[in-house]
């Protein structure tokens, strides 16, 4: 008998549920150990790549070219978008008073350069995430179901991978309400992944969003705080309030996201995901 073929639907609902239920048992057996855990749980964000990679080779597909189709424009947003995120919620904080400037963190030469360095090593630790969310499960839902929708279920997916590492990590570190952390941020990563769409659209190449991605989450800690890991920035006051992965960030990104979605539909007929259509919707 012929060997039935996987439809696309269900190649990638077996590529969702096969990233998130291997993260989360990872996940869960690494905090057995708490303070194992702690130490360890970004291993799993090398799991969507590995994936996205047998999924590829079992399918028979070339494997994507992160630098394929790299365009100024693109790595210009992808470098700048984070920072202005980041600077955007340390302003509305400081503005209303929620948190105050450190100055015996005041960032020096050395730190600067120390934190340009970590941006390039972080390149290929978020690599692990980008290959497998824009560069193999974006690009797939778009031939289904356009720009948009795709991004809604990018962003879904994304935030329900995280969950059980944010939930588990607030336990450990000693963060009041862990439930509440747990899904203001799952509600940040899923506005953010209309930002990062549209970076990825810019060009189709994942650099700038590796960039993105990157930037995000060094600046991000250094400036307002690690909630993975409770420890603060250089803004000093309730770190899950500031955070940009916290209540500022789901304000300020909540509503840069209701800009996004008009800018998604309007790129229609610009430079699409590789493999992609120019006949399906946008």
């Given amino acids: 008998m012929k060997k039935r073929e996987m439809s696309p639907n269900q190649a990638v609902l077996l590529f969702i549920w096969t990233v998130l239920i291997a993260s989360w048992l990872i996940t869960i057996l690494l905090f057995i150990q708490p303070e194992v ?40 947003f992808g470098i700048c978008y984070p920072l202005l995120l980041v600077g955007l919620c340390a302003a509305v904080s400081v503005l209303s008073g929620v948190g105050e400037w450190n100055p ?26 980008e290959y497998g969310w824009r560069g193999f499960l974006l690009p797939v839902l778009v031939k289904q179901y356009g720009r948009l929708k795709a991004t809604f279920i990018v962003g879904l997916v994304w935030a329900l991978y995280h969950t059980p590492a944010v939930f588990l990590l607030a336990k450990a570190t000693g963060m009041s309400h862990p439930l509440l952390i747990c899904a203001v941020q799952a509600v940040v990563v899923f506005a953010v992944s209309f930002p990062f769409s549209y970076c990825f659209f810019l060009s189709g190449s994942l650099i700038p969003v590796l960039f993105f991605h990157s930037i995000w ?3 991000n800690t250094t400036v307002l705080g690690d909630i993975y890991t409770n420890e603060p920035g250089q803004l000093e006051g309730n770190l899950f309030v500031m955070n940009g992965e916290g209540v500022m960030g789901l304000i300020v990104s909540g509503v840069l996201m209701l800009w996004f979605i008009p800018k998604l539909r309007s790129l229609r007929g610009r430079t699409l995901p590789e493999g992609t259509s120019m006949q399906r919707p946008a």
């Fill in 37 to 76: 855990g702690v130490k360890t749980f970004s291993v799993i964000m090398f799991i969507p790549a590995l994936v996205a990679v047998l999924f590829n080779i079992m399918q028979g597909r070339r494997l994507r070219n992160p630098g394929r189709k790299l365009n100024a424009k693109a790595l210009a």
């Fill in 104 to 129: 015996d963190k005041a960032m020096d030469l050395k730190s600067i350069i120390t934190i340009l360095v970590t941006i390039v090593v972080n390149l290929f630790v978020v690599l692990g995430e």
């Fill in 217 to 219: 989450n060094v600046v």
